[in-house]
T-cell receptor, first 111, second 111 residues
Framework: KAGVTQTPRYLIKTRGQQVTLSCSPISGHRSVSWYQQTPGQGLQFLFEYFSETQRNKGNFPGRFSGRQFSNSRSEMNVSTLELGDSALYLC??????????FGSGTRLTVV | DQQVKQNSPSLSVQEGRISILNCDYTNSMFDYFLWYKKYPAEGPTFLISISSIKDKNEDGRFTVFLNKSAKHLSLHIVPSQPGDSAVYFCAASAGDDKIIFGKGTRLHILP
């Protein structure tokens, strides 16, 4: 069974630009969540999508948005990038109430 | 408000000895607890979980203990091995709500 796939693995963007990250969950998993990891802050929850609907949302500004497609693939978009958005962005999928399976993440660097 | 707290940013343990990682939580609605392990440049990988109806769960070298009255859980690794050097995240959820992570504890296994 293929794992959670995130693309791209690495990304460098300039302040003010926007970026779209992609996540393909494990086949059969309908829930996809996104987390931001920065040094000293652990994993901070961005949002969760289930069957194309946002089910939960974290405390991030509106510049962070996401969506989920009918095949459960998900995208996350960050507009008007700031230096502080540099982080590892992790996508995770899960089935029912079990724990997450994470992808390898996208390392975003904003310069 | 940090609902899942890992108060030790780092821990060093001699190879072959026991590693004990601690985690406290504040939300009494949490009913499912997990531990994840993370190596640099990789996504977190699931280690072990425990439901709130249990107080102990064991899987090979890994044992998780849950003390609901103290809102405390711990992960024991016996015996510790060099490959256990990583960042360990404690996480918790209530029903199918989002999974909330602590900030992590970096474990160093010393030769």
């Amino acid at each position: 069974k293929a794992g959670v796939t995130q693309t791209p693995r690495y990304l460098i963007k300039t302040r003010g630009q926007q970026v779209t990250l992609s996540c393909s969950p494990i086949s059969g998993h309908r829930s996809v969540s996104w987390y931001q990891q920065t040094p000293g802050q652990g994993l901070q929850f961005l949002f969760e999508y289930f069957s194309e609907t946002q089910r939960n949302k974290g405390n991030f500004p509106g510049r962070f948005s996401g969506r989920q497609f009918s095949n459960s693939r998900s995208e996350m978009n960050v507009s008007t990038l700031e230096l502080g958005d540099s982080a590892l962005y992790l996508c995770a999928s899960r089935q029912a109430n079990y724990g997450y399976t994470f992808g390898s993440g996208t390392r975003l660097t904003v310069v | 408000d940090q609902q899942v707290k890992q108060n030790s940013p780092s821990l060093s343990v001699q190879e072959g000895r026991i590693s004990i990682l601690n985690c406290d939580y504040t939300n009494s609605m949490f009913d499912y607890f997990l531990w994840y392990k993370k190596y640099p440049a990789e996504g977190p990988t699931f280690l072990i979980s425990i439901s709130s109806i249990k107080d102990k769960n064991e899987d090979g070298r890994f044992t998780v203990f849950l003390n609901k009255s103290a809102k405390h859980l711990s992960l024991h690794i016996v015996p510790s091995q060099p490959g256990d050097s990583a960042v360990y995240f404690c996480a918790a959820s209530a029903g199918d709500d989002k999974i909330i992570f602590g900030k992590g504890t970096r474990l160093h296994i010393l030769p």
